[in-house]
């Protein structure tokens, strides 16, 4: 067990590309860590520097005690699962098991025992014998794992190990690896794309863009306060429902006007967010989560709620919940941040009409809504984020 | 006509009669000729093509009168003196003389040619294309050119150094490395680009060294390359006349290739010692057979299939 440190770790190629810029994390020992962001945003590469795989181009990288910038990756006393599994098609699954700690000239007696311990944990026992081309992909997600937990390393690292699994399995490896990282206790530097991974898994979650640590903070702080536009547009599914709307002062306080309401803004929120004063005349980027909007005619203390009249686009009614889409009459917010977050969702590639801004609420399931219905939505007002439209920053103090 | 028989299928099932059959095979088109017939007659062309060669050979091993003009497709007469004669001659002494340098030079030129692969596969340093192209371009001249400059090389290196020099097998090893090496190379860097890179970097995560990867994880799963590379290096070794008839001059040194030239070179006597000759083809066939049967089990694909998803 140990901690794990990053100070201004960066990575430059020789072609000049900056994959990592400045990222500092202080992983605590046992700690759950996930890094999470779009293709390309430097969080497999920072995971690889940890490794060992990449050199690391300026800063420095403390496991337990040691610098080990220039450790090799055998030295460092970690233990690493890939995304594509990499197991060893030669090798039966025992021996895949047990190589690591074949070539650490383990008593034998010693890795039979350690081999059948995470066996048993995995569930592998019946699978020992046989090859990795003969196990379907969520049991060579075990036996990838079992690689890992055998060697007893200071640190777990892993790569995207869900994403080969399709969608029903991932959810449950998903639960197991946090079960065995928990029952373990070894620190753990997780990397995905996925933000429901992300939320569910980690302690804690970095979101990283384009090289940048973009925000790090426990999942749940992430989604309640997100520093950015994309923090507040990545974490979360559906994302946050964002649009460009016009706050001004009142002798009653401060409201905000979009989509052809106005919407006062509770004291408690202009005292979390001082500085949303000083945009008074000027236009914000208004964020809500989809939870945040409540059909009125359902909503409790319904009078109290801020409210919203348009009509139904589309109903997905999911048992537990409907999720409306809707047309809000308000200018989409266009920034870096919201470039990048369509280019990782593939929007591009999607005939979406665009010139609309549709957001997305979940109703109860008891709402009686339609498409193409007349709706009066109640928004939670007190849960409402403002952003600054121009450099995508939370509006706080 | 798919949709012909899987309509009638169920139909059929359904009343209990059996399901027609005589419908399908009508509905290849072309009857039994065109689907097995064809690719039969082919398969028989080509066998009769390849074997002949073999037939006429060994035929005129087994022909006691043992001469050119008496050769025959069908021995009139059966027997093994020419066999015998050609073991109370130098042939034992070339077959192993071939052996030792074509196996030699074989297993060498794969060891080498693996770890170029290897490094040119999955390092990247300075030089590294250069290397590769060099490699290449120096292939594409026949080592016939060299001929000369090789004779004048070990004319030197005979006179300072006889061990690798003119009538020694290891010489002529070296110079059979040199030429195989950059084919090889190329060759194996092929199958080595195949073979995932996460494979290297987990055993590296598992503690592997450079050493441990290479000879653990990596030559296990390029066994096909392997084999190949080492059967076409056997072969052509065993079977090359040029360099070595100008290299071996002494009747001990020879390898079978040239020592049974030889027999059939001299404008007196190459008739009568037909015969010999070809009971020494026949014989020198034997290893490159069984080391063909032998490595056959290797050069079998997705051997690599199950290393990771897809």
Not at chain 1, 235 to 252: E, H, K, L, Q, Y
Not at chain 1, 293 to 318: I, N, P, Q, Y
Not at chain 2, 51 to 70: C, E, K, R
Request: charged content about 20%; hydrophobic content about 45%; some cysteine.
């Amino acid at each position: 067990m140990a901690e794990v440190v990053l100070d201004k770790v960066n990575k430059q190629y020789e072609n000049g590309f900056h994959a990592v810029h400045d990222l500092s994390i202080d992983i605590a020992d046992g700690e759950f860590i996930v890094l999470v962001g779009p293709s390309g945003c430097g969080k497999s590469t920072a995971l690889r520097m940890i490794a060992g795989l990449e050199d690391i181009s300026t800063g420095t990288l403390t496991i337990g005690d040691r610098v080990v910038n220039t450790l090799p990756s055998r030295d460092r006393d970690i233990a690493m699962v890939f995304q594509s599994y990499a197991l060893y098609p030669h090798m039966s699954v025992a021996d895949n098991i047990a190589y690591g700690l074949k070539l650490r000239r383990m008593d034998k007696a010693e890795i039979e025992k350690r081999v059948k311990r995470a066996a048993d944990m995995l569930e592998l026992g019946p699978l020992l014998d046989r090859k990795p081309k003969q196990l379907s992909g969520g049991q060579r997600q075990r036996v990838a794992m079992g690689r890992a937990i055998v060697r007893e390393p200071q640190v777990f690292l892993m790569d995207e190990p869900l994403s080969n699994l399709d969608a029903k399995l991932r959810v449950q490896m998903r639960a197991e690896i946090a079960q065995v990282q928990r029952d373990l206790d070894v620190t753990t530097i997780y990397v995905t794309h996925d933000q429901t991974e992300a939320m569910t898994m980690g302690d804690r979650v970095a979101l990283m863009k384009a090289g940048v640590l973009q925000q790090l903070g426990a999942p749940q702080h992430l989604y309640d306060h997100p520093d950015n536009i994309f923090v507040a547009g990545f974490i979360g599914s559906p994302p946050m429902n964002m649009a460009i709307g016009r706050v001004d002062r009142t002798d009653a306080g401060v409201t905000v006007t979009f989509g052809g309401a106005t919407i006062q803004v509770p004291d408690s929120v202009t005292a979390a967010r001082p500085a949303l004063a000083s945009y008074a005349g000027r236009d914000v980027a208004v964020g809500i989560r989809s939870e945040d909007m409540e059909d009125a005619a359902l909503a409790r203390d319904a009078g109290s709620k801020a409210r919203l009249t348009t009509s139904v686009a589309l109903t997905e009614a999911l048992g537990s919940e409907i999720v409306v889409h809707f047309p809000v009459d308000a200018p989409r917010v266009v920034t870096e941040d919201t470039k990048a977050l369509e280019e990782d969702a593939g929007v591009d590639d999607v005939p979406v009409a665009h010139d609309g801004n549709i957001w997305v609420a979940s109703f109860s399931p008891r709402s009686r809504v339609r498409p193409r219905d007349q709706v009066e939505i109640a928004i939670d007002q007190e849960r409402l984020h403002f952003f600054d439209p121009e450099t995508g920053l939370a509006i706080r103090d | 006509m798919a949709t012909t028989t899987s309509n009638a299928t169920p139909a059929a099932a359904e009343d209990g009669s059996p399901p027609p059959e005589v419908v399908r095979h009508g509905s290849a088109k072309g009857g039994w000729f065109r689907r097995t017939g064809l690719s039969h007659l082919v398969g028989i062309l080509a066998l009769a093509f390849s074997i002949f060669p073999i037939l006429f050979v060994v035929s005129a091993s087994l022909n006691p009168t043992g001469t050119l003009s008496s050769a025959t497709l069908i021995p009139r007469e059966v027997s093994l003196v020419n066999y015998q004669e050609l073991f109370d001659g130098s042939f034992p002494r070339w077959f192993v003389n071939s052996l030792v340098i074509a196996s030699l030079a074989a297993a060498i030129s794969m060891l080498i040619s693996a770890c170029a692969a290897y490094a040119f596969s999955r390092f990247r340093f300075k030089g590294r294309r250069t290397g590769l192209m060099s490699l290449l371009l120096v292939q594409m001249f026949p080592q016939f050119l060299a001929i000369v400059a090789i004779y004048l090389i070990f004319a030197e290196i005979t006179e300072l150094w006889p061990v690798i020099g003119f009538n020694t097998s290891a010489g002529l090893i070296l110079l059979y490395l040199g030429g195989a090496l950059g084919v090889n190379t190329w060759l194996m860097k092929g199958f080595f680009d195949t073979i995932p890179k996460d494979l290297d970097e987990s055993a590296k995560m598992d503690g592997a060294t450079h050493f441990q990867v290479f000879f653990g994880i990596i030559l296990p799963l390029v066994a096909p390359i392997l084999a190949i590379t080492g059967l076409l290096g056997f072969i052509g070794a065993i079977n090359e006349f040029l360099i070595a008839s100008i290299f071996l001059r002494q009747d001990e040194s020879k390898t079978a290739a040239v020592g049974l030239y030889g027999m059939i070179a001299d404008p007196l006597t190459k008739n009568a010692q037909f015969g010999e000759f070809a009971a020494g083809a026949v014989i020198l066939a034997i290893p490159t057979v069984g080391l063909f049967m032998y490595l056959q089990r290797y050069i079998v694909g997705g051997l690599t299939a199950g290393a990771v998803k897809g």
